[in-house]
Every structure is written in C-alpha cells, then in structure tokens.
Nanobody, 123 residues
C-alpha cells in the first residue's frame, strides 16, 4: 500500500507565496519521477512541474521563474515553492509519482496520486 499525502495549500493574495509538500509512504522500494499537476474548475488537469530521480526539473511555461521544485529522496518527499502567485494559479494541486513497491519491484507505477490540495489566489 502506497500513499501520497499533500499539504501546504491555502488562500493567498496575488503576489504571495505558498509551499506545497508531497510525502510518499508505504511499501516503497524506490521512486522515479515525481510531479505536480493542477486542475482548475472546468479545465483539464495540467502538468505544473516535474522532477526526475536525478533532480532534473521541467516546468510549465506559465510557472517558469516563479515556481521551484525540489525533492528529498531520503524522506520520499517533494516540495513545490510557489512565488509571485497569480489568480490564474488557483486550482487543486495534485502530486504524482512513479513508485516501485515490494509487490512490483521492477516496475515504476505512475498510478499513484495524492488527494489534492486547494490553492486559491485572490486578486
């Protein structure tokens, strides 16, 4: 059993900052890439940022220069620092990870998702 637990969402004014965390727990052998996605009302879920097992990051154009993604492999945790937030960043943010477990030691399964955390940016 694997769980991804997100935290750090909330309400902030435009120009403010938030830090999201995603902690993976359970029967984990190793974690491949991890990523944050977001979904605003009436819109499709989109990739915000992604970090591979070596620490290489990619960002959506809309957040480049404002968001910073990092991970602590010893803690199986990923962090998203969000600065200069805009009202259009308002969404539910979900974390996702490719995880090899005791039951599937040779496969990174990307079907693991967190429950989502709400980020609301007021203008």
């Amino acid at each position: 059993q694997v769980q991804l637990a997100e935290s750090g969402g909330g309400l902030v004014q435009a120009g403010g900052s938030l830090r999201l965390s995603c902690a993976a727990s359970g029967s984990i052998i190793s974690i491949d890439a991890m990523g944050w996605y977001r979904q605003a009302p009436g819109k499709q879920r989109e990739l915000v940022a992604r970090i591979d097992s070596g620490g290489t990051t990619t960002y959506a154009d809309s957040v480049k220069g404002r968001f910073s993604l990092s991970r602590d492999n010893a803690k199986n945790t990923m962090y998203l620092q969000m600065n200069s937030l805009k009202p259009e960043d308002t969404a539910v943010y979900y974390c996702n990870a490719g995880i090899a477990t005791i039951m599937t030691p040779n496969t990174y399964d990307y079907r693991y998702w967190g429950q989502g955390t709400q980020v609301t940016v007021s203008s």
